[in-house]
């Protein structure tokens, strides 16, 4: 049996699906960077971080999110005891 003849289709649509989710979700995570209003500028500027998102995809967001609203700053804006 010839796998190719088999699987061919299937392996094409899965391909064109991930392809496809490859560049929207980078894409709507660019977007959600570029509106978000976080409570102080960290490194660089909305666009910059946006075009990083969408090169970086996932990993890059999750910098993004850990830099701009992550525990380290939780920290420092808490007023002290």
Known sequence: MNMQAAFGPLLGAYGIALAVLSFVVPL?????VLFDRPPRRVLVGR????????????FAAGLYWVLHHGLIWKSQDAPAV
């Open 28 to 32: 709507i995570l660019a977007i959600a």
């Open 47 to 58: 666009w910059v971080w946006a075009l990083a998102v969408f090169l970086g995809g996932v």
